[in-house]
């Protein structure tokens, strides 16, 4: 059985959140849960005070790197063009609005020459940034990335920050799960410290205390689901 207990926050529009805790804390789980893609027992997650699950076309979510099946035969343009096809729709072919923002997430990221690669011929840092570039043409209200710095380098690195940093500005919520105790969390609003449950959530100061720490990193805690959490816009 895997799941989280007494997980409760609440995030702003234009924060920059970041999730830390050991392997099998419950990080990936969260950002699913919140999303509805796992059950949960008890517990709600609600944007602008109602249900997320009922509107996802306002979430951009980039899973973790190992849950990503790289053998599939698509290009990168086809895959940052699949962000529009909730708008779109399967069968109708992209207009010009459509080809332009694709081609500036694109350009964002600094894949817009790799655009006609498989995304499986791609660098892990590359793939990042490609479904960065998705997740911008998405247009979302808020940003869910599980491991975004996992794997990739510092100009990979610094895209990611940048970019984050622009969304921010504009508002959106970002939520990220991360490994990275360096330069990552000293840019990040506020951190969740989580094993299991929410140990400790606060300025990155705040939050990484020894105490915490050992808290997080050094006990086992059983599971159990039970989740609550608000967006607010
Ligand atoms: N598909 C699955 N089926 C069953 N149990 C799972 C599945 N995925 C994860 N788990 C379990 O759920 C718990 C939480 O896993 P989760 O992937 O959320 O951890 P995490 O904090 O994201 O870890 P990591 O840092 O390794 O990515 C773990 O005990 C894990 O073994
Ligand atoms: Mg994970």
Not at 58 to 67: D, G, L, M, P
Not at 164 to 175: A, C, D, N, T, W
Request: some cysteine; glycine content about 8%; proline content about 3%.
């Amino acid at each position: 059985m895997r799941g989280l207990d007494a997980v409760s926050f609440s995030i702003q529009a234009g924060e920059l959140v970041g999730v830390v805790g050991p392997n099998g804390a419950g990080k990936s789980t969260m950002l699913k849960a919140m999303l509805g893609l796992i059950p949960t027992e008890s517990g709600k997650v609600e944007y602008c005070t109602c249900p997320l699950h009922r509107q996802l076309e306002k979430v951009a979510y980039i899973s973790q790197r190992s849950q990503i099946d790289w053998d599939y035969p698509i290009t990168v343009w086809n895959v940052v063009l699949m962000a529009r096809t909730r708008s779109l729709g399967w069968f109708r072919s992209p207009g010009r609005s459509t080809k332009e923002l694709v081609k500036a997430a694109l350009t964002r990221v600094e894949m817009f020459d790799l655009r006609h690669r498989r995304i499986g011929e791609l660098s892990g840092g590359q793939q990042q940034r490609v479904f960065l570039a998705r997740a911008l043409a998405q247009q979302a209200d808020l940003f869910l990335f599980d491991e975004p710095f996992t794997g990739v380098d510092k100009k990979t690195e610094s895209i990611i920050f940048s970019v984050f940093e622009e969304l921010r500005s504009q508002g959106k919520i970002l939520l990220i799960s991360t490994h990275e105790w360096g330069q990552a969390l000293s840019q990040l609003d506020r951190l969740f410290l989580l094993n299991q449950r929410l140990i400790a959530q606060g300025t990155p100061q705040e939050v990484m205390t020894a105490e915490n720490l050992r808290q997080a990193y050094g006990t086992h805690i059983p599971f159990h689901q039970d989740f609550d959490s608000t967006l607010m816009c």
